[in-house]
Nanobody, 126 residues
Framework: QVRLVESGGGSVQAGGSLRLSCAASGYIDSTYCMGWFRQAPGKEREGVAAIGSDGVTRYADDVKGRFAISRDNAKNTLFLQMSSLKPEDTATYYC????????????????????WGQGTQVTVSS
């Protein structure tokens, strides 16, 4: 069974940090491109960060320098370290996996991914 299970969400004050994790099972492995997306109420889902099987990362402009994506291929786990959190980072965060090749330009596009987790809520208060 293919599954992505996120964890690590919660409530923090502005300026705080959280670390999200995503455990992958089934056929998803290090050959997949992995990404983090988020969706706030009333807004479309947007790409936050992605990391290819080549280890190359890509970030949305508004999280550059604050968020860091990484993966532990031995444990089939994806991480998102979030620092200097802002109220506008409040959203449900989703982990996603997509079969390579996913070009660097498209790694923040939801259509490049075909497996999704159930999401974890992140709430940042001012």
């Amino acid at each position: 069974q293919v599954r992505l299970v996120e964890s690590g969400g919660g409530s923090v004050q502005a300026g705080g940090s959280l670390r999200l994790s995503c455990a992958a099972s089934g056929y998803i492995d290090s050959t997949y491109c992995m990404g983090w997306f988020r969706q706030a109420p009333g807004k479309e889902r947007e790409g936050v960060a992605a990391i290819g099987s080549d280890g190359v990362t890509r970030y949305a402009d508004d999280v550059k320098g604050r968020f860091a994506i990484s993966r532990d291929n031995a444990k089939n786990t994806l991480f998102l370290q979030m620092s200097s959190l802002k109220p506008e980072d409040t959203a449900t965060y989703y982990c996603a996996a997509g079969p390579e090749p996913v070009g660097w330009l498209y790694r923040l596009k939801s259509w490049a991914y075909n497996v999704w987790g159930q999401g974890t809520q992140v709430t940042v208060s001012s």
